[in-house]
């Protein structure tokens, strides 16, 4: 059985009907519309996100994969620039050029992936496969990364200490209870391993 396929479509399922109903509330609410809608579009975006990332993981070809993958940083931009923002209004603590700066660093090398796919990777060797404990295999392009995948990465670099920043920052305002919620809601986005981001 696809226990991972399952598992991952479970939590995009998860996503998609909280970005629904948060963006429900956003339209229909004038209180908090920001923090609403920045959540909501993260929460829809993430879902995108996984969603694709199980049709690349099920690609039997190489083209197939860069296929799958193509438009992938459409959701991976709007994730986390919904991401960021949320955290900016949730703190307080919204750095306006700081945070334009990076949105524009997300957004940068996207626009350069979905121009052309094949872009954001180097030298291109095929597929791999990884095996899970329990059977099941994951296809994996083998390739080099390029400028532009160095540049996101730098983004989400940029983006884990922003959130950790602000976090630290609402604590030590005082605000220590909405810090550790916020806190423990973002752990699964900062211990997980990036693999969305091919």
């Not at 993260?42 to 099920?58: E, I, Q």
């Not at 197939?64 to 709007?78: D, F, G, H, M, Q």
């Not at 920043?165 to 550790?180: M, T, V, Y």
Request: with cysteine; aromatic share 16%; proline share 4%.
């Amino acid at each position: 059985m696809p226990y991972y396929y399952v598992a991952i479509s479970a939590v995009a399922g998860i996503c998609f009907a909280f970005g629904v109903l948060y963006l429900f509330i956003g339209l229909r609410r004038k209180n908090d519309k920001p923090l609403n809608l920045t959540f909501a579009l993260f929460a829809l975006a993430y879902s995108g996100t996984l969603l694709n990332g199980l049709r690349w993981y099920s690609a039997t070809t190489v083209a197939e994969y860069i296929a799958a993958a193509r438009y992938n940083p459409i959701y991976l931009v709007a994730a986390f620039a919904g991401l960021i923002w949320y955290v900016a209004y949730y703190t307080h603590v919204r750095p306006r050029i700081f945070l334009s700066f990076l949105t524009a660093l997300i957004i940068v090398p996207a626009i350069a992936v979905i121009i052309n796919p094949t872009t954001v990777y180097g030298e291109i060797s095929g597929l791999t496969y990884i095996t899970l404990p329990w059977g099941e295999q994951l296809a994996d392009l083998d390739a080099t990364g390029s400028l532009w995948l160095d540049i996101f990465s730098v983004a989400q670099l940029g983006a884990l200490g922003f959130i950790i920043f602000a976090i630290l920052r609402q604590f030590l305002r005082g605000e220590r209870k909405n810090a550790a919620i916020l806190g423990l809601g973002m752990l699964w986005f900062i211990i997980a391993p990036v693999s969305y981001t091919h």
